[in-house]
């Protein structure tokens, strides 16, 4: 049983690997209309079953879309599958969920703070203005409410944009989905924390406007930094109780 397990599941590696090849070598973009599954069927020298299973694997990493009634297409090659992954194993577990929580704060840091130069240089004045505004609209809203977690993802995915890579503002969305959704689940936030994510935004929107890209650093290093702290307090409390 496990043999013959082990055998359809190379099989559909195998197939998954052709339709990849076909997708390259025809350098297909996504949206564009892939064979049918009969054509794949005899490109490949598969079964039916083969293709679809090999295609329902695909399409779980966003490489393939299945629209019924209509065909097959490359997908959207988004990063879908990664923030899964990702947020289920800060949800596993508390302790998990720690490490994970910490883990996202160091790669967020990361990518921003390692990215000061280009995005203080990159930000238009009409990118600083938008920055101020989502400032301005997470202080309309109490902090975890719809609008305010709304602003703040869209400023941090705004800090992204003007580099211009699309690897980098997909990660970055995919880490704050990841981040928003493990964090309340460690019951951290307080009203200090969220006068201090209101300060630490403004801080990071006026050091982007001032062009100084080590007071954007310090800015970024100063927001993350205290949401270090607690969850260092946090981890501590649920490991006393």
Same mark, same amino acid.
């Given at each position: 049983m496990a043999q013959a397990r082990r055998g359809r599941s190379s099989l559909r590696e195998k197939v998954a690997d052709g339709i990849k090849r076909h997708m390259l070598t025809h350098r297909m973009r996504p949206g564009d209309p892939l064979p049918t599954e009969s054509e794949l069927c005899a490109a490949l020298g598969a079964s039916r079953s083969s293709v679809r299973e090999a295609v329902k694997s695909l399409a779980a990493l966003d490489?393939?879309?299945?629209?019924?009634?209509?065909g097959t297409y490359v997908g959207g090659l988004g990063l879908s599958a990664l923030?899964?992954?990702?947020? &289920?194993?800060g949800l596993l577990s508390p302790d998990? *969920?720690?490490? /994970?929580?910490?883990?996202?704060? =160091?790669?967020?840091?990361?990518?921003?703070?390692?990215?000061?130069?280009?995005?203080?240089?990159?930000?238009?004045?009409?990118?600083?203005?938008?920055?101020?505004?989502?400032v301005a609209e997470m202080a309309r809203h109490p902090a975890?409410?719809?609008? &305010?977690?709304?602003?703040?993802?869209?400023?941090? *995915?705004?800090? /992204?944009?003007?580099?211009?890579? =699309?690897?980098?503002?997909?990660?970055?969305?995919v880490l704050w989905d990841s981040y928003a959704t493990v964090g309340p689940q460690l019951d951290m936030a307080?009203?200090?924390?969220?006068?201090?994510t209101?300060?630490?935004h403004r801080a990071i929107a006026d050091a982007a406007r001032s062009g100084d890209a080590g007071a954007f650093a310090a800015a970024i290093g100063a927001h993350y930094a205290p949401v270090r702290g607690r969850v260092a307090a946090a981890r501590s409390a649920a490991g006393r109780a």
């Amino acid at each position: 049983m496990a043999q013959a397990r082990r055998g359809r599941s190379s099989l559909r590696e195998k197939v998954a690997d052709g339709i990849k090849r076909h997708m390259l070598t025809h350098r297909m973009r996504p949206g564009d209309p892939l064979p049918t599954e009969s054509e794949l069927c005899a490109a490949l020298g598969a079964s039916r079953s083969s293709v679809r299973e090999a295609v329902k694997s695909l399409a779980a990493l966003d490489l393939v879309e299945v629209r019924h009634g209509h065909g097959t297409y490359v997908g959207g090659l988004g990063l879908s599958a990664l923030a899964e992954s990702m947020t &289920f194993r800060g949800l596993l577990s508390p302790d998990d *969920a720690f490490r /994970a929580y910490a883990d996202l704060v =160091d790669v967020r840091e990361l990518f921003e703070r390692g990215n000061a130069d280009g995005i203080v240089t990159a930000l238009t004045p009409a990118h600083l203005d938008t920055l101020d505004g989502l400032v301005a609209e997470m202080a309309r809203h109490p902090a975890g409410t719809d609008g &305010f977690v709304a602003a703040d993802r869209a400023f941090h *995915a705004l800090l /992204a944009e003007p580099l211009g890579n =699309d690897l980098i503002s997909q990660l970055t969305q995919v880490l704050w989905d990841s981040y928003a959704t493990v964090g309340p689940q460690l019951d951290m936030a307080t009203l200090d924390d969220e006068r201090q994510t209101l300060a630490a935004h403004r801080a990071i929107a006026d050091a982007a406007r001032s062009g100084d890209a080590g007071a954007f650093a310090a800015a970024i290093g100063a927001h993350y930094a205290p949401v270090r702290g607690r969850v260092a307090a946090a981890r501590s409390a649920a490991g006393r109780a």
